[in-house]
């Protein structure tokens, strides 16, 4: 049995790929280190909290002591790291915790991973050379696209939010380690996910939310703003994809092909409503639309390129974005008493 450490673990992905990590790989024991933040919530794991090959620490990845002594105390094989505030909305509004988190925690992460695994540079301890440093990070760190083309892997950095600069600078972290002390590192750059248990903060829990309550459903400018949309789960199987069988030091592109813009993907999310649960007042839920003064550097366009991933390691999202959008809204409905 191999321990792995999975950070924030209790926030949206993290949430989603630990049940399936367990289920998938007999032969690892996950330890979840999660701080709990607004964003994290162990009920997100009530399948797996008993479950005898998952064990979870309640702390803060910056805590460099803690995550010295739970490397030590679980003898950690590998890492993979979820835990960053991600929401740009707040990241515009108080930009700290994200350098200190996204930025700071990274490190404390990957410095410990070194020290527990490595006797030095590009030489592992005996019994430790498999052991791999896996870093999610988001396509925002490539800034926006017009209406054409697609974000690559050779794409440039140019990120336009607190947030996406905290990300772009956790992958160049992870980048360093791999060049200067020759770690077994990999990093996956995500299109946007929803599904289950993502917070209710986001575009399409917001959605789903404000619309059963008969509130305002905000929509920022015109709603033109296009996005990449990927189901969790099948980024969940493209991360434990490149954990596993993705080249040291690469980075590797997750998206679905899917680009939705931001007024569609509400009235996509309407239509299902009407059906599922009308309206009392035989009203229809786009009448609760409402358009609110644009977010601050707003991104255009975001596309991914995901041709790396699906040629060199067989990867290829599974979930259509109909189907996935009915399990999402069920999900909520249920959450939210409506189902």
């Not at 991600?86 to 988190?101: A, L, Q, R």
């Not at 649960?277 to 644009?294: A, C, H, N, Q, S």
């Amino acid at each position: 049995m191999k321990h792995i450490l999975v950070t924030g673990g209790a926030g949206f992905i993290g949430s989603n790929f630990i049940p399936y990590f367990i289920q998938e790989h007999q032969d690892y024991i996950v330890v979840n280190l999660d701080k709990l933040t607004y964003a994290g919530d162990l009920d997100n794991l009530k399948e797996v909290e008993t479950h005898p090959r998952y064990k979870f620490v309640k702390g803060d990845i910056c805590d460099s002591k803690l995550v010295e002594q739970i490397f030590k105390d679980f003898d950690i094989r590998g890492v993979i790291h979820f835990a960053a505030e991600s929401h740009v909305d707040n990241s515009i509004k108080g930009p700290e915790i994200f350098i200190d988190t996204n930025i700071k925690g990274t490190f404390v992460l990957i410095n410990n991973a070194k020290n527990h695994w490595m006797e030095k540079p590009f030489n592992y301890k005996k019994g430790y050379e498999a052991c791999r440093f896996h870093h999610i990070s988001t396509d925002e760190v490539y800034g926006t696209l017009g209406d054409t083309g697609y974000f690559k892997e050779t794409t440039p950095y140019a990120p336009n939010s607190p947030y996406s600069a905290s990300k772009a600078s956790s992958d160049f972290i992870v980048r360093s380690y791999h060049h200067t002390f020759g770690m077994e590192t990999s990093i996956t750059n995500c299109s946007n996910n929803y599904g289950p248990k993502q917070h209710t903060e986001k575009l399409i829990p917001t959605v789903i939310r404000s619309a059963v309550n008969l509130k305002a459903i905000p929509v920022y400018g015109k709603g033109l703003n296009t996005r990449d949309w990927l189901y969790v789960l099948d980024h969940c199987k493209g991360i434990d994809a490149v954990y596993h069988k993705g080249k040291s030091g690469e980075t590797y592109n997750v998206g679905s092909n899917n680009e939705q813009t931001n007024i569609i993907i509400v009235q996509k999310l309407c239509e299902i409503l009407d059906k599922k649960v009308p309206r009392k007042d035989g009203k229809l839920y786009k009448d609760l639309i409402t358009f609110v003064e644009d977010r601050a550097g707003h991104d255009w366009r975001y596309a991914i390129d995901s041709g790396k991933i699906e040629k060199n390691l067989g990867w290829k999202h599974e979930e259509n974005f109909e189907s996935g959008l009915e399990k999402t809204i069920d999900y909520y409905l249920t959450k939210l008493s409506f189902l």
